[in-house]
């Protein structure tokens, strides 16, 4: 069983930044996949990144792609989100999810966090 709680969610302006945080317990993530997911009201849950358990490959979502760098310190069991030029349609619930694989599909994670909300005015 592992434990994921996510952190850093708020408001903040269009074009501002955050960076969000993904700290793991009850399993050392560092053989594992990590990904961030989101999910806006009224919407299905859609991939945002990914990143392999060597930290060697990242994949994005065409829509975050050159705004938002996925990031992972085995060492601290943490994995990150840093979101800049943020978007109002950028905010929703920010998960991560840990897996065998990085894929974009939610189905392939096994173990999700509650969310962080983010949300960005216009």
């Known amino acids: 069983q592992v434990q994921l709680v996510e952190s850093g969610g708020g408001l903040v302006q269009a074009g501002g930044s955050l960076r969000l945080s993904c700290a793991a317990s009850?399993?050392?993530?560092?053989?594992?996949?990590m990904g961030w997911f989101r999910q806006a009201p009224g919407k299905e849950r859609e991939f945002v990144a990914t990143?392999?358990?060597?930290?060697?490959?990242?994949y994005y979502a065409d829509s975050v792609k050159g705004r938002f760098t996925i990031s992972r310190d085995d060492a601290k069991n943490t994995v990150y989100l840093q979101m800049n030029s943020l978007k109002p349609e950028d905010t929703a619930v920010y998960y991560c999810?840990?897996?065998?694989?990085?894929?974009?599909?939610?189905?392939?994670?096994?173990?999700w966090g509650q969310g962080t909300q983010v949300t960005v005015s216009s």
């Open positions: 990143i392999r358990s060597s930290g060697s490959s990242t």
């Open positions: 009850g399993r050392t993530i560092s053989p594992y996949a």
């Open positions: 999810a840990i897996g065998l694989s990085a894929t974009y599909s939610p189905r392939r994670y096994d173990y």
